[in-house]
């Protein structure tokens, strides 16, 4: 059965702080896909990267970087020098290559970055 | 705004109403989905259409529950006899084809039974 955990249910940082929220995740497809998806208070999901379980490459956007790590199942997310613009729940998702989304949510981080 | 929309935004209704709302999918997108979220929680996944046909249900989609989408555009998810357990978002997604395409998120339905 598929698992997603998010150890960590809120964290607090001071802006400019750097962050790091932690994914695990538990499959047993040797071809999967994991995501990202940040929800701010509107309340819509908005995507933020996806990953193949072949590309184990370390991924930067901008002040966003991930690292996936298979021999851990993990997928850990970083935002680099945080801004107030960053608090919302950040969630963790994992989706077998099924030929469809079907996504598989962890319960989410609460991230608030205070000015 | 090519997004995915829904509505509405808000019901409130009473226990043993019946309730619908409406997904409109980004147009280009054959793929449509329907997670709910309670409280705290991350989405479930509840079902997936391929156009018209609805290929897959989550055991949490009781007999109350029942989704359309006909002509492969617009979905509705009705609920019957709406129980206090039923309060949650109600999110819709939608998707390209494809083994990698990543699904867009409307902004939910918050359904709330008194």
């Known amino acids: 059965a598929q698992k997603v955990t998010q150890a960590q249910t809120e964290i607090s940082v001071v802006e400019k702080e750097d962050v790091t929220l932690d994914c695990v995740y538990e499959?047993?497809?040797?071809?999967?896909?994991l995501f990202w998806y940040k929800q701010p208070p509107s309340g819509e999901l908005v995507f933020l990267i996806r990953r193949n379980s072949f590309d184990e490459q370390n991924e930067i956007s901008g002040r966003y970087s991930w690292n996936f790590q298979k021999s851990t199942s993990s997928f850990n997310f970083t935002i680099t020098a945080s801004q107030v613009v960053d608090s919302a729940v950040y969630f963790c998702a994992l989706s077998e290559g099924g030929g469809f989304q079907k996504l598989v949510f962890g319960t989410g981080t609460r991230l608030l970055v205070s000015p | 705004d090519t997004g995915v929309s829904q509505d509405p935004r808000h019901k409130i209704t009473k226990r043993g109403q019946n309730v619908t709302f409406r997904c409109d999918p980004i147009s280009e997108h054959n793929r449509l989905y329907w997670y709910r979220q309670t409280l705290g929680q991350g989405p479930e996944f509840l079902t997936y259409f391929q156009n018209e046909a609805q290929l897959e249900k989550s055991r949490l989609l009781s007999d109350r529950f029942s989704a359309e989408r006909p002509k492969g555009s617009f979905s509705t998810l009705e609920i019957q006899r709406t129980e206090q357990g039923d309060s949650a978002m109600y999110l819709c997604?939608?998707?390209?084809?494809?083994?990698?395409?990543?699904?867009?998120f409307g902004q939910g339905t918050r359904l709330t039974v008194v």
């Open positions: 499959t047993r497809d040797t071809t999967y896909y």
């Open positions: 997604a939608s998707s390209s084809r494809g083994l990698s395409s990543e699904a867009f």
